[in-house]
Structure formats: C-alpha cells, structure tokens
C-alpha cells in the first residue's frame, strides 16, 4: 500500500465516523428561566421579594467592637474588651388587614474566645396595629445620651400590644410576661404587668408618657420625656416616679435627667448630660419592699458620637454617679460600630 491509498482510506473512515457522530448529536435541553432577585420599594430601602412570592424581606444588622471601662468590669481588671453581631430579618406582605410583618433578630456576644453566647433577641408578628411576641417595651426608650437612667432593669419581654399610630402620633396598651423582673426577698420573678404609652411629635418637640403596673409587686411607675430642638443641638429632659420597686421602675422612688445634645458638625455630636435621683436603689433585681430610708444620688456624664464614614461610627462616653449610700464610681466605654 502506498502512502496516496493510506491517506484516502484514513480520509474515507474519517468521513464516516463524523457523520455517525452528527446523526447522533446531543441537543443540550433549553435553561429554564430564572427568576432574579427584585427591589421592593412598597415599605422603603432595603427590601427585596422573597424569589416564588409577594413577600418583601430586609436584612439589616451592625457589627460592634467596644472597650468597657470600670472598676473589676472585667473581673479583676478594669477594663475589658467584647464583641457583637447583630443581624435583623424583616418580612412584610400586603393583606385585606394591612401590612402583615414579622421581625427576628438575633444577637451574637463575644467576650473572649471561649466566652461566647447567641441567643434571640426578638421576634415578633405585628399586623392591623396588633403585635405578639419577644420584643422591647416603652421603657426601653431613654434620652439620646448614655447618662441617663429612666427604664427598666429588663425591657424585653413577650407581650401583647396593641398600638394606634400615624405619622406624628401613637398610643397603645401592651400585657407584658415579667418573669425577668425585679422580685421581693424569698419571691420569685414571675408575673404579669400592664403598660400604656403614648407620644408623638410637633415640629421641633417631641414628646411621650409611659406608665406600667407590675401586678405581683403591687407597685407601678410612670415616665415623662420630651426633646426639643434648640440652636445648634437638641435639648432632652425626662422624669420617672415609681410608688414602690417594681420591674417597670427600681432604681429610684424618682429621677428627673437632663441632656443637651449638640450637633457640633454634620458628623460630629458631643452630649452633655445629668441625673438626679431620689431615694436612689440601684440596679439589683432583688429589690427592698419599698424606698424608705433609701440616699439619693446624683450622676454627670459626656457622650461623644462621630461619624468616620457612611454606616460606621464611634461613640466615646464617660459617666459619674455620685451615691449617698456608696463609694462613688466612674465607668464608660469606647464604641466601633459598622450597620449595615
């Protein structure tokens, strides 16, 4: 065989081997259709619908590095470092009843390697004004600042609330689960309370009533707080009355606190502020049976806020509390913070 029929034979094999594969040829089956991910612009920023759904979900959180400083704040030191990661998921869908939405929030505390905690720290339903869940009361609400010290020794609680609002005001009423109150000697902490609140704005001021009455303690408190823009800053003033230690207001029979918070730049904010309290308890959640015989104190402190760049700050705070019962204290902390 010379070397002209060798390559018309290999020619003619290869022509036959490539139209077998071509009549066999595999069809690759067509992609199906995805559905990409949509803004959902029905209840502000963030929001994007569940792919498959109507649902809109938003999720938002910070991250927080924070240096704690105090006497034995971190045992036997003085100081002490932690970390936290926040992240908060919140769905909302249209009904005949108006915007049904649900909330989880869930925390992550890190104080040193091996020290670690999650746990959940709120989750609740909310439509048409009805709300049932885990989630902070009115009392957790306080004046700009860090100084002062008007709420509960625990705000968060499962409750169920029933809000009125618009956009400048609201007024509700709310049964809160109290087993993380405050509780009498040889008692437990395990009850019930009713809070109300109401607030709203007018222009420049701000303004909101609080009032709670813990049933197992037989006491209840109440709390005014109103802020008012003045000049280059805000100026804040609040009092509490409290007819006995109960889990809504222990610290003191009663405190009125006060605080200027100057916007010094469009980035930098320096806050002023102080307290005073009358028959001054503390912050213990074993509590006496009343305030009888109790000191007063008086507490000052500074708040600096400062923003580095969009969604990341600092905050530095200092604060003095002066008791007549015991050995005066200063404590504060420096704060890094990116949300996101």
Aim: net charge negative; hydrophobic share 40%.
């Amino acid at each position: 065989m010379n070397i002209k029929s060798l390559l018309l034979g290999s020619a003619a094999a290869l022509a036959v081997v490539s139209g077998a594969q071509a009549a066999d040829a595999i069809v690759a089956a067509e992609p199906e259709p995805v559905e990409y991910v949509r803004v959902c612009d029905a209840y502000g920023t963030g929001y994007f619908y569940i792919p498959g759904t109507e649902t809109c979900l938003k999720i938002n959180g910070y991250i927080r590095f924070q240096v704690n400083v105090g006497e034995d704040v971190g045992g036997d030191s003085d100081w002490d470092a932690v970390t936290r990661g926040q992240v908060q998921f919140t769905a909302k869908s249209d009904t005949e009843y108006g915007p049904l939405t649900g909330v989880i929030v869930m925390q992550f505390n890190a104080d040193n390697a091996s020290d670690q905690e999650a746990h959940l720290d709120s989750a609740y339903l909310d439509v048409a004004g009805f709300r049932a869940g885990l989630f902070y009361s009115w009392w957790d609400d306080g004046l700009s600042g860090e100084t002062d010290d008007i709420g509960s020794v625990e705000t968060l609680h499962n409750s169920i609330r029933y809000q009125y609002e618009t956009d400048s005001f609201y007024a509700g009423i709310s049964v809160d689960e109290l087993e993380d109150g405050v509780y009498k000697v040889g008692e437990e902490a395990n009850n019930v309370g009713v809070a109300v609140g109401l607030g709203g704005k007018a222009g420049a001021f701000s303004y909101q009533l609080t009032a709670g009455y813990d049933v197992d303690n037989e006491d209840g408190a109440v709390r005014a707080m109103g802020t008012v823009d003045i000049g280059p800053g805000t100026f804040g003033l609040a009092g509490v009355y409290s007819t006995g230690p109960n889990s809504y207001y222990s610290t003191a029979e009663w405190a009125i606190a006060a605080e200027y918070a100057i916007k010094a730049t469009d980035k930098l904010k320096i806050t002023p502020a102080v307290q005073y309290y009358g028959n001054y308890f503390g912050g213990d959640k074993v509590v006496p049976d009343d305030f009888d015989g109790l000191g007063d104190a008086w507490k000052v402190g500074l708040t600096v806020d400062y923003q580095i760049v969009d969604n990341f700050y600092a905050k530095v705070s200092v604060q003095y509390l002066d008791p007549d019962d015991a050995d005066d204290s200063t404590s504060g902390y420096f704060r890094l913070q990116r949300a996101f």
